[in-house]
C-alpha cells in the first residue's frame, strides 16, 4: 500500500456529480487537485450498508472541508451508471456535494495498493493528500466497519498547522511546536 511521504498517483476517471443523466457524469483528473488538499476516500460497493452512512457524513462536514480548501473525493469500483443509480435513489446521496470516482478498471485503486483480493472491490481506506500531491495521512479500515470523518477532519486540521499535534489534539489547541 502507498503510505505516508508517496506521490498520490495521477488518475482520470469518471466522475459523478450531479443526478442528471446528461450532464451529471464527467471526466474528473488528479490535475483538477494540483496546489489543494484532498481528501480521497474509498468504499467496496454501492447499494450497500455501511458504505452510504460514511458518504453521508462526509458530505455533511463538506463544508468543513472547503473551509480548509479541501477537495473531498469519493470512489469505488462500480462504474458511473450504477453510482448515478445509487445517488438518485439513496436519500442521503441526492445532494452530495463532491464527486464519485469510478475506479471502474480498479487501476487507482490496484496502484494505492487497496484493492482488496478476495472481493475485488477497494478496501475502506482513507488518503489525505497535500497540495503537492504527497499523500500525509491514510488509514485502512475493514469492510464491515465505517470511519470516522470528523477524526480525517481533525487530522487534516492537525496537519495543516505544520506543527507537532500532541495525542487527541483538537483545533484551537496548544502544539507543541
Known sequence: MLGVGKKFPSF??????????????????????????????????????????????????????????????????????????WRSQKEELKNLPFPMLSDLKRELSTTLGILDEAEGVAQRATFVVDPEGIIRHVSVNDLSVGRNPKEILRVLDALQTDELCPCNWQPGEKTLG
Open 12 to 85: 482520470n476517471l469518471k466522475a459523478v456529480v450531479s443526478n442528471d443523466p446528461k450532464t451529471g457524469i464527467i471526466q474528473y483528473s488528479s490535475d483538477e487537485l494540483k496546489g489543494k488538499w484532498a481528501v480521497v476516500f474509498f468504499y467496496p460497493k454501492d447499494f450497500t450498508f455501511v458504505c452510504p452512512t460514511e458518504i453521508k457524513a462526509f458530505g455533511d462536514l463538506n463544508k468543513d472541508f472547503n473551509d480548509r480548501e479541501t477537495q473531498v473525493l469519493t470512489a469505488s469500483t462500480d462504474n458511473e451508471f450504477v453510482h448515478l443509480a
